[in-house]
């Protein structure tokens, strides 16, 4: 059996307008982690939450259930701005491996910031690329979608990256979490949690934002899947 589901709501799916409201329904949940993404409209074409944002999150979280927080980091030379997404309260940082030089050395700032490290792969990145980072990578994410946009649809060739990362991770006797980023519906997330012993999964307008129920009988569903 996989580890407890990691529930990971995304930030971008919320209104500006009350998002801080929205923030406080969410936090009363059984959810896990924040998913806040970063993008700068050059690595993706498209601009999501600001660092103003993440530290709305921080303060809210810490206000209440304390809950952990990540960084999608969609954007050029990350290592730039490590520093200050650690001050403004992500607990994990995500960094693509195409978007740095030396993306090792990134990995190693943020452990020295005191935060988990996490690695992306994009739809077109193998895992085979990125296996002498996985002893130093807490958390990775695979993108099922291209990224940049949500609600997009999960692509199946996609899902034998999953089965590696957590082959892989068995075999190496690693302890990365595996957490899924786009196209989680009930029935990827069914296929991947039980068949495929992935744990995480980013929430987004398939089974968590837009829904008739509420945000907490949305988690407390999800977990039954």
């Known amino acids: 059996m996989p580890q407890k589901m990691l529930l990971c709501p995304s930030v971008f799916n919320l209104p500006l307008d009350n998002i801080r409201s929205e923030l406080e329904k969410l936090d ?9 993404d970063i993008m700068d409209g050059t690595f993706v074409n498209n601009f999501a939450c600001s660092i103003q944002e993440l530290e ?3 303060r809210v979280t810490d206000q209440g259930s304390h809950k952990l927080v990540d960084c999608h980091m ?23 491996p195409e978007s740095e030089l030396i993306v ?29 980072l996985l002893p130093i990578t807490d958390y990775l994410m695979i993108m099922s979608v291209n990224p940049g946009f ?12 999953f089965i590696q990362a957590n082959e892989y991770r ?16 009930r ?12 744990e995480g999964f980013v929430l987004g307008k398939q089974e968590l934002f837009f829904q008739q129920d509420d945000y907490n009988t949305c988690i407390n569903r999800i977990r039954t899947f």
Do not use: W
């Not at 949500?150 to 990256?161: E, H, S």
């Open 28 to 36: 009363q949940t059984d959810m896990d982690i924040y998913h806040v």
């Open 56 to 58: 709305l999150v921080r």
């Open 74 to 96: 969609m954007v050029m030379n990350p290592h730039r701005y490590i520093e200050r997404v650690a001050q403004a309260g992500a607990d994990i940082i995500y960094v693509h």
């Open 104 to 132: 090792s050395a990134t990995l190693d700032l943020i452990r020295q910031q005191g935060k988990k490290t996490g690695l992306v792969l994009n739809p077109n990145t193998s895992l085979e690329s990125v296996k002498d």
């Open 150 to 161: 949500a609600g997009r649809d999960f692509m199946l060739y996609t899902k034998d990256k």
């Open 170 to 185: 068995i075999q190496r006797g690693l302890s990365y979490h595996i957490v899924l980023d786009g196209g989680a519906t």
């Open 187 to 198: 029935e990827v997330i069914h296929d991947l949690y039980h068949n495929c012993g992935i």
